[in-house]
């Protein structure tokens, strides 16, 4: 019996280092192509003219947060699984914070596919309308900007706990723990204090390094035919 469990183990490791692996790079690509101001100033009149040109851009954003928000869902009870016997609370303390992430996920593109037909609507109808409405417009693009900063943050914290995970499992990559810990608290100080900083782009990039790491760290653990309890 304790030799199948070890093996579902193993197997559920190299599913959860493929699995999160996948949501990682799909999470960089989001980033990429994620519908967003060029400058913070600008006019309202050059604001309203950028989201009504750059339409079709916040479709594809919208379907990409979409993704990652299903891969970041369907990533709980792998992570889950990994670490359960390994963690007593934490991992499920963590799970929550990726769970709420998920959620906020799907609430950015959910929204983003309104306002993207909000503006396909505002195309067909009267310059007066525009006019009425290019305030309620604006609102609501604010409204995915404060979403995207609850993921960001959710996620902060579930990395931040994931870095603290080395403490208790030796499976657990150095390097990632280390990466996490320092990454993460400064990714919610800039997430809320100025998304265009320097810092919060290496941050960004640091975590995904980690995460990187970590997740071929669990297929190599996975595959390899020694594999420790821990």
Known sequence: MHAVNHRNRRKTEVVTGFTMLLTTFCFIAAILVDFNFISPYTTLHEDLSFLIDHRNNQVISSYAWFIVAFLTFISIPLYIFTFNGRLKA????????????????????????EFSNSIKEMLTTSTQYIEENKLQLLSDFRDIQFYKRIVSSSLAVFIILLGLTKFRVKLFPVFSSIL???????????????????????????????????????????????????
Not at 97 to 104: D, E, N, P, Q
């Open 90 to 113: 934490l991992h499920y303390i963590a799970s929550l914070f990726i769970l709420a992430a998920s959620a906020s996920l799907f609430v950015t593109g959910w929204l983003g596919l």
């Open 180 to 230: 996490f810990i320092i990454a993460g608290p400064v990714l919610i100080f800039f997430n809320w204090y100025d998304t265009e900083h320097i810092l919060m782009t290496s941050a960004i990039a640091v975590i995904a390094t980690g995460m990187i790491v970590l997740c071929l760290k669990l297929i190599y653990s996975g595959l390899s035919p020694r594999n420790g309890k821990n």
